[in-house]
């Protein structure tokens, strides 16, 4: 048994939906393997669960290349420092703070170790994960521009959300074990 068939069998009878849902979008969508795995392992990474992030790291090292896995930790911790900082810009709505320059080091997005667009549309689901309305619109923009398509946006910030539901529902586990509070 994989280890991502451990965590969708570890998930509450609660969350069988979130369980089906990973098992489906996992096996086959409009996004190639390099993009499925590259998002579903950058998200998973967002979520901070160390026992979803291994798993998905795990299939995601016998479905695609060690380039799209480098991505997508570099696309998730990237996101992690742009999107609080983006997101209160956006927040803030002072012009000042938007005229400043960021002075935050980010050349792992114009470098990607895979492909540039493989890389934005890591960014942009992990983006949608942490809520920062900026950077999904900037990534979503480089994407189709780059010749994805709404549908592949779509079927990634599908598989974000599952994955993320999927965090929830491991943490939520913990309820069944007092003990583990």
Same mark, same amino acid.
């Given at each position: 048994?994989?280890? @991502?068939?451990?965590? &969708?069998?570890?998930?509450? #009878? ?5 369980? @089906?849902?990973?098992?489906? @979008? ?9 993009? &499925?795995?590259?998002?579903? @392992? ?8 160390? #026992?979803?992030? &291994?798993?998905? !790291? $795990? ?35 002072? #012009?000042?703070?938007?005229? !400043?320059?960021? !002075? ?28 920062? $309305?900026?950077?999904? &619109? ?16 779509? #079927? ?26």
């Amino acid at each position: 048994m994989s280890a @991502l068939e451990r965590v &969708r069998d570890a998930l509450p #009878e609660e969350a069988k939906d979130i369980r @089906l849902n990973l098992q489906s @979008l996992l096996q086959g969508t409009t996004l190639t393997p390099d993009q &499925r795995w590259g998002v579903a @392992l950058a998200a998973a990474i967002s979520t901070k669960n160390a #026992e979803l992030m &291994r798993a998905m !790291r $795990e299939a995601a090292q016998s479905e695609t290349t060690q380039a799209v896995v480098s991505d997508a930790i570099a696309a998730a911790t990237l996101m992690a420092m742009n999107n609080v900082f983006y997101r209160f810009r956006h927040q803030i709505g002072k #012009e000042t703070y938007g005229e !400043r320059p960021a !002075r935050l080091r980010m050349n792992r997005l114009v470098n990607p170790g895979s492909s540039r667009v493989n890389f934005e549309l890591m960014s942009l689901a992990v983006s949608a994960i942490n809520g920062c $309305e900026t950077c999904v &619109r900037a990534h979503e923009k480089v994407v189709l521009e780059g010749g994805l398509t709404e549908e592949h946006v779509l #079927e990634a910030v599908r598989i974000a959300a599952v994955v993320q539901a999927a965090s929830v529902g491991l943490a939520a586990t913990m309820l069944q074990d007092p003990s583990a509070l």
